[in-house]
């Protein structure tokens, strides 16, 4: 009888199954809330404190993109990027705005305006498409991607507020405060493992757009 029990005790250890490591899971918002700034811009600080009140909000989205085209004002945005500037240059194509401005902000890929209230976030509720199923997850220190979609924006960020010390330019002398600042954005095809490496602090969104009008159509949030 001592046998059989260490028996079945042996057996219960060595015959479990070993459970591969748990993948982070995203989740989709409920809302994405997309600011176009520039440190170089004296307009651009309320709407950046604005889009920070927001960020407490676990179900939005919130992201701050650095543009370039002001950095000749005396000032280079220090978080800025030609890939966030072509990125507004597209949206200023699909809503028919003609020309790009900061600060700007833009709902779920489908409206935009300088400033916004709190009724007008609450209002703009996304409505993904859910056949898409796409999915943004974390194994073993990369991105996995699950998604029906062709093309995939994958979009690094700073979660919380950031502090700039602006020497120069419209901004000069001024503490400046950017929330969930982008650091990268890059474009994938089909589903798998990406080739990109998950880094420490660093959140990740997946975005989908319709090709024809550019709303985002599917999204998947992974915090860190």
Not at 32 to 48: D, H, K, R, Y
Not at 67 to 91: I, M, N, P
Not at 129 to 155: H, M
């Amino acid at each position: 009888m001592f046998m059989m029990k260490n028996l079945l005790l042996i057996c219960s250890i060595a015959c479990t199954p070993l459970l591969s490591p748990a993948a982070d899971a995203g989740e989709t918002p409920s809302t994405i809330v997309e600011l176009f700034t520039s440190q170089g811009c004296s307009s651009c600080p309320p709407a950046n404190e604005f889009v920070g009140s927001l960020i407490e909000d676990s179900d939005k989205l919130v992201l701050s993109y650095g543009v370039t085209y002001w950095d000749f004002l005396g000032w280079k945005d220090t978080f800025g990027d030609a890939k966030f500037t072509k990125r507004q240059k597209e949206y200023g194509q699909a809503l028919e705005v003609g020309f790009v401005y900061t600060p700007q902000i833009v709902l779920n890929g489908t409206q935009h305006d300088s400033r916004y209230q709190l009724s007008d976030i609450s209002s703009a509720s996304f409505k993904p498409i859910d056949e898409i199923g796409l999915d943004l997850t974390a194994k073993n220190g990369s991105l996995y991607l699950t998604s029906k979609a062709e093309r995939v924006l994958i979009v690094a960020f700073k979660p919380g507020w950031q502090e700039i010390d602006v020497k120069r330019g419209e901004n000069g002398g001024r503490i400046l405060k950017v929330a969930n600042v982008v650091q990268n954005i890059e474009e994938v095809e089909g589903s798998g493992n990406l080739d990109i490496k998950t880094k420490p602090g660093l959140a990740y969104a997946a975005l989908v757009h319709d090709r024809f009008n550019h709303r985002i159509i599917a999204a998947s949030v992974l915090m860190p």
